[in-house]
């Protein structure tokens, strides 16, 4: 790391904050965030006290401040600490009403406001969406992280998938499709730490859940690579206690049929972000396989979801999800059902084949 009597180079500070030199030199050059030192006139050289505005402005902006609202309280120092409770069996003074506040004013949070994130293409989002794309564009990989783990605990898995997550992603990737090969990279980085993040909200199972029940079970159809709206599936049916099987990406469709009379579902969800991944045939086949005894055969209720379902038509007897909500409701009445089948008629969960 390059540094001088004076501090650090533009680069060795963007390694540091994980944020690219060129975001730096825009701060600099927009709200004023730049260095208290040039060397020879014309290199900048960040001091600990740069570093430590940048750091909160990094801070700010990942949390869904607009840049140029957080350069103004980056800028203005950190906020003063909350006041120490009075102690316990003291009564509190009487406020002021002529007393200034003490300390900035609080920066305004809506819910919702037009904004992007570094170029986005995010439109009316909440705040933290906005956030949520500019940790992503500047590779910050732990505001990512830090982000998203604090949407799940603050909103819940679902209002986070649909109203942070997704509209995230797929503002990346329509980045992605219109300008050539740039914001691959930001691509493979956001999915990769959504994924995790989902996988962290997934409940342990419950060791002392029934064995021998219907699962749920969860597949791409062949062709499907996008995987991470089943990952939020599971991560939600985990949340309900539910037993699932994920099988991922691009599932071939003999392996589906003996996943199918393998086990037994309760219900076989199958994903098609893109319409020409759809496959209404399988979907059709799928909701005929059956199993057990003669005279208590039973089949699995199918569910195509996905965007990639829209202007198909569907075979009878489908259930086609809307929404993450929507799923998890669907399912959860549909286990139950299966679930109640099981204790009251010995239905088998699952056809052993081996």
């Not at 990094?58 to 009075?86: D, V």
């Not at 499709?177 to 342990?204: F, K, M, N």
């Not at 045939?281 to 569910?303: D, F, Q, Y």
Request: a positive charge; charged letters at 20%; one cysteine or more.
């Amino acid at each position: 790391m390059t540094q001088s009597a004076h501090g650090l180079t533009t680069g060795a500070v963007a390694r540091r904050l994980g944020v690219a030199p060129t975001t730096l030199r825009t701060w600099d050059r927009r709200y004023g965030i730049g260095p208290a030192a040039r060397e020879d006139g014309r290199h900048r050289r960040w001091t600990p006290g740069d570093i430590a505005v940048l750091q909160e402005m990094c801070r700010l902006t990942s949390s869904g401040i607009p840049p140029a609202e957080a350069a103004r309280a980056a800028l203005s120092g950190p906020a003063p600490a909350p006041a120490a409770p009075p102690p316990p069996g003291t009564r509190p003074a009487p406020a002021d009403a002529a007393a200034p506040p003490v300390g900035p004013e609080p920066l305004p949070r809506p819910a919702r406001r037009p904004g992007s994130g570094n170029g986005l293409p995010l439109g009316a989002v909440r705040q933290e969406c906005r956030g949520l794309g500019r940790a992503a564009v500047r590779l910050d990989a732990r505001a990512v992280d830090d982000l998203l783990g604090s949407v799940i605990a603050q909103y819940g898995l679902v209002t986070a998938w649909e109203e942070v997550m997704a509209p995230t992603l797929h503002a990346v990737g329509r980045k992605w499709e219109t300008s050539g090969d740039r914001y691959v990279e930001v691509e493979h980085l956001l999915s990769w730490h959504v994924s995790s993040a989902l996988r962290r909200a997934a409940a342990p199972p419950d060791p002392g859940a029934r064995t021998g029940v219907a699962p749920v079970l969860l597949a791409c159809v062949p062709g499907e690579q996008h995987t991470l709206a089943l990952e939020a599936l599971a991560a939600g049916l985990a949340g309900l206690g539910l037993p699932t099987l994920m099988f991922g990406a691009a599932v071939p469709p003999d392996a589906l049929d003996q996943a199918v009379r393998r086990t037994g579902p309760a219900a076989v969800v199958l994903w098609s972000q893109a319409r020409s991944t759809a496959n209404p045939p399988l979907a059709r086949h799928l909701a005929e396989v059956a199993w057990g005894v003669k005279g208590a055969r039973a089949r699995p209720a199918v569910l195509p979801a996905g965007p990639g379902w829209a202007g198909h038509p569907l075979p009878p007897g489908t259930l086609r999800p809307r929404g993450l909500r929507e799923a998890l409701a669907l399912l959860r009445a549909l286990w139950d059902t299966a679930a109640g089948a099981d204790a009251g008629t010995g239905r088998p969960a699952a056809v052993d084949q081996s």
